[in-house]
DNA sequence: CATGCCCGTGATACTAATACCGGTATAAGT
DNA sequence: ACTTATACCGGTATTAGTATCACGGGCATG
């Protein structure tokens, strides 16, 4: 087991992470955004959809950038909904 | 070409990104700031020596987290360098 | 109505990230 | 001096991200 699959859990937290991607995109288009951020339209549709649930650093940077999104933001917003059980790590 | 293999820029960004995280890491030791983010040694190493130069979004957030980094701050700081080979617009 | 364009999508190809293993070097503690 | 702990390094295995190709649906235009 040299790499562990995707969890059902970091697959969800994927789709959320593409949600949130789609509803900063608005009306604009995939091709625009994709376009504004360096990456490949079918790259977005990916993320978007959540088929491609951990994305690299720079290519979601270089997304939120295109959006107006802030990472922290971002982070926080699927990190509450990942851990909604309850993390209790932290403390 | 499917798959662009990572430019000597990214690569050099990778580099600088993984100064900034260890860094930040200080005085802890690469085991514990990588348990804390959940993520292998090998890994986090990988990541501070540049030769894992684009790492997974959520990675590098777990690791921002664990080290108590911002996001946007992180991004901000390799994006500069990232780019061009000399922008010293400095008003 | 046919054609072309934009959007979104599925399939395919290829590189890179992640994790594990063994070995090595340095520093500290016993 | 031996052991322990930390970090570095090479290789290996497997999954996953990213880009190109090719297709279907909707809309405007000729």
Redesign the interface.
């Given at each position: 087991m040299v790499r562990v699959p995707l969890s059902p859990q970091?697959r969800e937290?994927g789709e959320r992470f593409g949600a949130l991607l789609r509803q900063a995109r608005g009306e604009r288009s995939m091709v625009d955004v994709a376009a504004a951020a360096g990456v490949s339209a079918e790259t977005l549709r990916k993320i978007e959809t959540g088929r491609a649930p951990?994305?690299?650093?720079?290519?979601?940077?270089a997304l939120?950038?295109a959006l107006g999104l802030?990472?922290?933001v971002?982070?926080a917003a699927?990190?509450e909904d990942a851990g909604q059980g309850g993390e209790a790590l932290s403390a």
């Open positions: 970091e937290r951990t994305p690299a650093f720079f290519t979601v940077a939120a950038h802030s990472l922290d971002l982070a699927c990190a």
